[in-house]
Structures are given as C-alpha cells and as structure tokens.
C-alpha cells in the first residue's frame, strides 16, 4: 500500500507564500507523474498542477499559473508545491496524488490511483 503523507498547510495571509511537500512511501513512485488537487468547502476537487516523473514537464491549472511551482526531489521521494502570491480563494485543502508511469500529466482525478490525506491552506485577507 503506498503513503503519501502532506505537510505544511496553515493560516497566511493574502500575499504571502506557503510551501506544501508531499512523501511518498514507495520508491516505485520516481517513475511516477505527480499532481496536486485541492478542494474547497462545498466545490469539488480541482486540479490544481503536475509534474511528470523526471521534473522535467510541469503543468498548471489558469487559476494558479505564475504563482504556483512544481517540483520533485526522486532521491526524497517528495513532491512540492511551492504557493507564492497567495490568495483567499486559494483556501482550500490540498491533496498530492500518484500518476500514471512517465511524461503525461493528467488532469482529471479520477486517473490518479493514490491519495494523500490532505493538508489544509487557508488565507485571510
């Protein structure tokens, strides 16, 4: 059974930056695409941006395009998300999910196989 296991949620403010890491327990996991979901109160959970197995491809949804990082660290076995600019509809709890093998980076939920348990961003304003 894979873990993954998010840290680094919490209260900022409008402005300000958060950075969320998310481990994985399997090293099968490098091989991996990665993504990031979140999901506010009474909405579903969207996409929110991936990274495919080597670093090397990343893709962002518009909402966060120019203030949100992907990146990945295979020898950690840690994906991060790294939030600048942050704003309140930026509240939300965020997941880190497990991809499909290789390049392609997905958007819809459903083809992400794990989940991680959530950690929660909040932002006043």
């Known amino acids: 059974q894979v873990r993954l296991v998010e840290s680094g949620g919490g209260l900022v403010q409008a402005g300000n930056s958060l950075r969320l890491s998310c481990v994985a327990s399997?090293?099968?996991?490098?091989?991996?695409?990665m993504g990031w979901f979140r999901q506010a109160p009474g909405k579903e959970r969207e996409f929110v941006g991936g990274?495919?197995?080597?670093?090397?491809?990343?893709d962002y949804a518009a909402s966060v395009k120019g203030r949100f990082d992907i990146f990945r660290d295979n020898n950690e076995i840690t994906v991060y998300l790294q939030m600048d600019s942050l704003k309140p509809e930026d509240t939300a709890v965020y997941y880190c999910?497990?991809?499909?093998?290789?390049?392609?980076?997905?958007?819809?939920?459903?083809?992400?196989?794990?989940w991680g348990q959530g950690t929660q961003v909040t932002v006043s304003s």
């Open positions: 999910a497990v991809g499909n093998v290789g390049t392609v980076i997905n958007r819809e939920a459903k083809l992400y196989d794990y």
């Open positions: 399997d090293r099968t996991m490098r091989t991996r695409a």
């Open positions: 990274i495919d197995w080597n670093g090397r491809r990343t």
